[in-house]
T-cell receptor, first 109, second 117 residues
Framework: SQQGEEDPQALSIQEGENATMNCSYK?????LQWYRQNSGRGLVHLIL?????REKHSGRLRVTLDTSKKSSSLLITASRAADTASYFC?????????FGKGTRLHILP | GAVVSQHPSRVICKSGTSVKIECRSL??????MFWYRQFPKKSLMLMAT?????????EQGVEKDKFLINHASLTLSTLTVTSAHPEDSSFYIC?????????????FGPGTRLTVL
């Protein structure tokens, strides 16, 4: 079953602009992770934010977590063509990782 | 870093045949491995949890007789799609959790694309 719901489902922006993707989830969590997947490839782990954290940075990535609203956002600043990919949030529950539906990000040259 | 491999990366088979996909943790031991299925432009759906030396636990709606999982060692889990049909065509991804780590620590394989003709 899907735990997370990302929006938008698809996003196209110009290179250099910032991209923001959101994720909502239903149950309580210990942490939330974001992954990237290039077309037809495996997953790349981007960042993990714990339930007691509100914001986390990693390079051009900024993740926020609002446990009261059960939502998270992923911001990619100064986007590049190589950022074109699908992005998934994921939560751990009962010894499993459950993925959201994902956002397909397309960076336009 | 922890590396997980899958073999084959791509397979095409005829309807009615069985296909085996291997998932290996190359530089760590994994008591637990997971199998996911992904349709085009869709998310990853967890199919089953594979524990070394015991039977796999399947998610609701996943046919255990259709998708046979064997986790015979701490570094290898296999998924066999039996009597494959075109609707089984999908991208199958495994992940492995190192011994002694928390549930959210999983390393993902590169995936196997199965096409059933």
């Amino acid at each position: 079953s899907q735990q997370g719901e990302e929006d938008p489902q698809a996003l196209s922006i110009q290179e250099g602009e910032n991209a923001t993707m959101n994720c909502s989830y239903k149950t309580s969590i210990n942490n939330l992770q974001w992954y990237r997947q290039n077309s037809g490839r495996g997953l790349v782990h981007l960042i993990l934010i714990r339930s007691n954290e509100r914001e986390k940075h990693s390079g051009r990535l900024r993740v926020t977590l609002d446990t009261s609203k059960k939502s998270s956002s992923l911001l990619i600043t100064a986007s590049r063509a190589a950022d074109t990919a699908s992005y998934f949030c994921a939560t751990a529950r009962d010894d499993k990782i459950i993925f959201g539906k994902g956002t397909r990000l397309h960076i336009l040259p | 870093g922890a590396v997980v491999s899958q073999h084959p990366s791509r397979v095409i088979c005829k309807s009615g045949t069985s296909v085996k996909i291997e998932c290996r943790s190359l530089d760590f031991q994994a008591t637990t491995m997971f199998w996911y299925r992904q349709f085009p432009k869709k998310s990853l759906m967890l199919m089953a949890t594979s524990n070394e030396g015991s039977k796999a636990t399947y998610e609701q709606g996943v046919e255990k007789d259709k998708f046979l999982i064997n986790h015979a060692s701490l570094t290898l889990s296999t998924l066999t799609v039996t009597s494959a049909h075109p609707e089984d065509s999908s991208f199958y991804i495994c992940s492995a959790r190192p011994e002694g780590t928390r549930a959210y620590t999983q390393y993902f394989g590169p995936g196997t694309r199965l096409t059933v003709l």
